[in-house]
DNA sequence: CATGAATGAGCATTCATTCAT
DNA sequence: TATGAATGAATGCTCATTCAT
């Protein structure tokens, strides 16, 4: 599916690479994108020379990283949608994804990424993601439990904005519960 | 109120102050906080030197060209809710400041930086829009226009959600205005 | 003549851009082309950011270096073409060029660029010895002193080849001499 | 002579060594000595580890390259000596020796050093050519065929620069051809 | 012994800031 | 006072060499 011919990684070669991802996440989540690439090296506990034999460019880790919070999102979504009723399970996984936000600005880049230009890695867990929402919005018009006339593009950009808003109000669950409730509101039909 | 002396600059000098200003606006805006100082320099036709002199710091730039938008929209909010229906006001203002959205990158962060943080010199403009904009809310309150257990805090995170949706659908008049129109169904009471 | 507009440089810039120049001839002629550009930098007196400012590549610095080694030899040549008896003009200037030697690596380098690919300014003065010497070879020539069937590519990869020689044997002059003396006879017609 | 106890290697050992030797002499000569070490070994077959097993550093296995190189040259002339009139021998080799110029730099580097400096395992197969060439010489200039004025070093000198000169010609036999009688020509008494 | 992952010193290059002109 | 050249710390990335598997 993807185009390397990924053979299975050392043992040790493998919980280097899990380590960086962790660390990376970590570090370009509370500290931003601008931080050394020795920095993570040393978060995650190994040299630079490994950092880059893992992930040939700095942009590629943050790639890696974005990938892995997309698919993260997907699976969740894609649980949720499969559990729920078809006629709630587009909010339930509007919470579920806006809630990611602990991640503050590289997830909300990976979201934006995910609505446009895009690098390649990106593209299959943003369009799993898309489908799956697409899909969901579809029944929740149909079920009359969303505005009839929201579109997909609309939607991604409603549930980039309610990132951005929790990430805001991170410390107060009743402050971000509330403002997804303001979101979801605004989602139903008049 | 301000720790430096102003003295009123020589005309000249004034006219390169604007200038930088407006070139950075443009540059921050259009290619991110990234760009060298000397771009900015470049665009604003005068030298690093005379960029320097204005504002002894990159950061301190920034924080200018952030003041002066929030100042254009505590200006803009304070006329609208003037001339409004106290009842309404308050999404009147919404959607002005969301609209804003056009510069991208720097006027999210101003916005953001708004909201807690924020160094000296942002705070006046911030808390001009802030007074003003929990007048408008508590007034919306009363009304009966706007969610009764809606806080300040967080209409600011919607309004910064609002931006950062808003910027996904740049293109769109029609979808943004439907974001837009999400949104404010949502402050209102159910 | 040249692709770039070329403003006459400030005196001080243009002292540390010969400055710069003639370090990095030094340095990369007994240290080779191996060495740090902070050492050059270093060996002009200059800070490193001086360095890039004026080349923005090592490559372009050795490019630099490069071209005026050839611009001096074409000069020579040039000189040396008017000055002497056509029938020997081609032996003084083979000399000539050979001699220049004493930049080991570089200036070899420099000739063998000359020979084929060359970046684009290292296209103008190489041509200019190029056609120096194309001349030269057609009159002695036709003067009977230099080998009828001799072309002029051979002759370059003589001059080559002379300069590589004579790289072996610089502190002995007796020596260098005698082999001078073996190519300039080879070159005679038998 | 050799300081190393050299115990025979085991066969599949002495295969690696060989072909990291083959490959090496491939990649350095037609890539330059800048060439990662991994290259070496990826075009060898083999993991980087073995090729520092073999060759504790690059410079060693450079080295070997060399020492290869200096080898055959010097059993070409062994040969050549042997069969060879002595009054015809000295230019037979000395064809043999430019000629072997196909492998660029790292030759040249190997004619170069085996001049004067040199690592210690440098010296025996260089050594051996020198003694060769000067008896070679020798007889020569007793037969009268070489100009009598000409020394050992000198001798040396040209082919290092018939090397570099027919480095320029590569893919011209012809004009190879003639740049050699150029240079024997001149070793000619006159 | 072979492998290839890990290491980290080293290097080219950028860019905020200072200062001579 | 404006200019843009100079500065040098900081950064991404490479590669010879080591060492766990």
Known sequence: MSGHQERPLRA??????????????EVFTTRGVGVPTEEIARAA????????????????LLEAVMVRRLETIAAGVA?????????D???ACFRLIAEQSV??????QALAAAGVDVHTSLRTPSAAIHTLL?????????????????????LI????????????????????????EVLLTGLRPR
Do not use: C
Request: net charge positive; charged share 25%; proline share 6%.
């Open 89 to 91: 399970a587009l909010f």
């Open 79 to 87: 649980r949720v949608a499969a559990e729920s009723d078809p006629a």
């Open 103 to 108: 991640g503050k600005t590289a997830l909300t």
């Open 45 to 60: 506990g190994v040299g630079v020379g490994t950092l880059f034999r893992h992930f040939p460019t700095k942009e590629a």
């Open 12 to 25: 040790d070669a493998a919980r280097n690479r899990a380590k960086l991802l962790d660390a990376a996440t």
């Open 134 to 154: 697409a899909d969901l919005l579809h029944r929740a018009q149909q079920a009359g439990t969303a505005r009839p006339d929201l579109t997909h593009p609309e």
């Open 157 to 180: 950009a409603l549930l980039i904005g309610a990132n951005a808003a929790l990430e805001q109000l991170a410390p107060d669950p009743t402050a971000r519960q509330r403002v997804l």
